[in-house]
């Protein structure tokens, strides 16, 4: 049986060169080439200081789970239920929405350290996800 | 122009039989089309209201209606016409009505979404045309607003220490309130114990944190404060608005997960007190807007019923439910009563000024709150006899 497939990034053209970089497992961000202001997603001008100018970074790929939640209820097939979905703080400011892998935290996820990681799905499809950071004490939530 | 006080008012509301519409769809049959329950509940508006249909030159449509097929099956030609949710075409007709570009409006609503099987979550999820976070996140699993609303709740409660029990005081008092209220489709009553029981559907959003999904239909007649006074004896006014977004980081979900949008209702909130010269400690009924109960402590919160971090002792001390200090979603809301996304929350508003509202009439009521967050475009409206 074909495996249930990954549901596709809303096609937006500014996040082409995130998508690429996700394959290339080398995670970039948008960043303004004039203020430094991350920009996440990525779009066609600066928030801050409407600079079209901008470059994509590589990130450390460390960060701090800011929340997350436990789905019960299957709505995609590629995610049966119970499902969980986590939000990180990444350590230079933006905000991700990803998954945990590996081991889960004991109670609550608020505050654990994690790293990227890059998972092929059953259908081939490559997300950025993230796992424990066993070598960090954790942060304050 | 200074908006005025006093200057708009309801003066005709209108609905469908949701409990009986809820029975029928779930026995299989389609009462009507979106359209269909618009134009009942307008026809339900157009008699409470009394007032020749001609005098009507004005019309908002609904989000889930089409305007120009709207106007058509109601026949109404208008100077002044537009489409917008509930609380924005409350906001809009006062405007239209204080710029003179009309004198009565009707505002409409139907939505088949039970019966159509309208998909919140999921691959064919809605709204995701006019909110990027509603889809952005699905290749990670993330879908569905209830999901978003419990990745806001999780972080919420571990910031203000709002334990699962605590926030189950919202389910339960909504609910004793429907009980006491024969339009609502769910009456029984529930206890805490009840929700810590019940299922997650988006952990920790138990089942009972989320609103009904079912067909219906609202209307609202506004007119111009001295045709309303002609018109009828109890007109409703609108005694302030006002409105503050927060759209910086939306898609990433900021406003919701640091902020819970507290300073866009902060700000909203001060607008309306400021125009109605009064405050929060002035109403006598709050209804919050509440796709999901959620919205509940962020409003009482946000619109300053009580301090920043002492929600969980306003909700377990003071209370919400039928004899709390602060009645809140008397009507039931969306989690008890009915799902018309916050329409249904302007005709309970209606009611308790007018003191028609049954048993569950608060005495007296002067003035009564509504408070609207959707995606952080914070709204109030503060209505007055």
Known sequence: MEPAPTPRPVPLVHDIPFWESVEQRDLKLQCCAECGLWRYPAGPICAECNSEESTWERVSGRGTILSWVVFHKTYLPAYPAPHSVIAVRLEEGPLLISNLEGPEPEGSWIGERVVLRYSTMPDGFVLPRFALDRSASPAPA | ?385
Request: glycine share 12%.
């Open chain 2, 1 to 385: 122009m200074t908006r005025t006080r006093r200057a708009t008012a309801i003066i005709g509301i209108g609905q469908t039989d949701w409990s009986g519409d809820w029975r029928r769809v779930r026995a299989g049959e389609k009462p009507a089309d979106s359209v269909g329950y618009a134009a009942r509940a307008f026809q339900d508006a157009l008699r409470d209201s009394g007032i020749p249909k001609e005098d009507i030159d004005g019309l908002i449509v609904g989000p889930t209606t089409a305007y120009e097929r709207m106007g058509e099956v109601l026949g109404l030609n208008v100077r002044w016409g537009g489409q917008a949710d509930a609380v924005q075409s409350i906001l809009q007709a006062q405007m239209a009505i204080e710029a003179g570009y009309a004198k009565v409006i009707a505002l409409v609503y139907g939505n088949d979404q039970r019966s159509a099987g309208t998909q919140y979550g999921g691959p064919s999820a809605m709204g995701g045309q006019s909110f990027l976070s509603y889809v952005y996140h699905s290749p990670w699993g993330m879908t569905s607003q209830g999901a978003l609303y419990a990745l806001t709740l999780r972080r919420y409660q571990h910031e203000r220490g709002l334990s699962e029990a605590d926030m189950g005081q919202v389910a339960v008092a909504q609910r004793a309130w429907a009980s006491m209220n024969e339009a609502a489709i769910q009456r029984k009553q529930i206890t805490i114990d009840d929700y810590l029981q019940s299922r997650y559907v988006c952990e920790p959003l138990h089942v009972f944190d989320y609103c009904l999904v079912n067909d219906g239909g609202v209307a609202l007649i506004i007119a111009d404060a001295d045709y309303a006074q002609r018109m009828r004896p109890d007109p409703v006014y609108i005694l302030g608005t006002g409105r503050s977004d927060l759209n910086t980081g939306a898609t990433s979900l900021e406003p919701r997960l640091t902020d819970y949008y507290l300073p866009a209702q902060q700000q909203a909130g001060a607008s309306s007190y400021e125009m109605a010269g009064i405050g929060p400690d002035d109403m006598d009924v709050m209804l919050a807007y509440d796709s999901f109960s959620v919205h509940v402590p962020l409003a009482l919160e946000g619109y300053g019923y009580c301090e920043v971090g002492d929600v969980a002792k306003f909700l377990t001390e003071k209370g919400i439910g039928p004899g709390g200090a602060m009645p809140v979603n008397t009507h039931g809301g969306h989690l008890s009563e009915s799902y018309m996304q916050g329409w249904n929350h302007q005709l309970e508003a209606v009611r308790q000024l007018r003191g028609t509202a049954g048993d569950r009439q608060v005495a007296g009521a002067q003035t009564v709150h509504y408070t609207s967050d959707v995606a952080g475009k914070c709204m109030s409206v503060i209505y007055g006899r």
